[in-house]
């Protein structure tokens, strides 16, 4: 059976990040470096995808979410490993990345990804869970619970928090969580519910 890194390996080398990217940015591709979609957004460094992914360990089947989801790469990526048999909700803040990364998505031709746009006042989409893999994109300033509670029974949710990238797993005695490396994200945001003040960074 191929390890997390050769199925990843597989799924960059399938799912390339070019058809991912504004026109604009197209060209620096192969940059191992994070790229501006607007909107104060980046598609992140291919390295550090890599890595979010082989700490993810998505199995085939699996329903898994995307969390600050954007040009939909990363969404498309894990579509790829989860197969047909599995799902994938993207959730991105952002109207004009939601219907960007909607697009990028059709174009690679996976139906059972798609991208919802961010319910005000709510972390990820709690109606489509619980989910075996979350995947956040973003870095929150503390381990949000909002999140955890939407992983099933030894699901596994992976995010950078205060700097530090997190495994975080699902166990009955609580969230077992391992510390990854140093790494730097734009931050995690909800938007305020309808007639509140916008907060800052979520957690």
């Known amino acids: 059976m191929p390890s997390p890194a050769e199925r990843v390996a597989a799924a960059m080398e399938a799912v390339p990040r070019t058809g991912f990217l504004p026109p604009a940015q ?13 909107h104060g957004q980046t598609n992140s460094q291919p390295t550090t995808v890599r890595q979010m992914l082989e700490l993810l360990d998505v199995q085939p089947g699996d329903r898994v ?19 047909p048999a599995g799902s994938v909700t993207g959730v991105e803040r952002v109207p004009d990345l939601v219907a960007f990364g909607a697009a990028n998505l059709v174009a690679a031709g996976m139906p059972w990804a798609h991208v919802e746009r961010a319910v005000p006042g709510t972390l990820g989409w709690p109606s489509g869970g619980p989910y075996q ?7 929150a300033p503390a381990l949000p619970a909002e999140l955890v509670d939407q992983l099933s029974a030894a699901g596994v949710l992976v995010l950078p928090v205060a700097g530090r990238m997190l495994r975080v797993r699902a166990d009955d005695g609580g ?3 391992e510390e990854h490396g140093w790494y730097r994200f734009v931050p995690l945001v909800a938007d305020p519910p309808a007639g509140r003040a916008a907060p800052g960074p979520a957690g």
Do not use: C, E, K, M
């Open 65 to 83: 979410l995307d969390v600050g989801s954007g040009s939909a790469w990363t969404t498309a990526l894990l579509a790829h490993l989860t197969g």
């Open 175 to 177: 969230p077992t969580v």
């Open 26 to 38: 197209r060209a620096h591709s192969d940059r191992d470096a994070p790229l501006s979609i607007g």
């Open 133 to 139: 893999r979350i995947l956040v994109s973003a870095q």
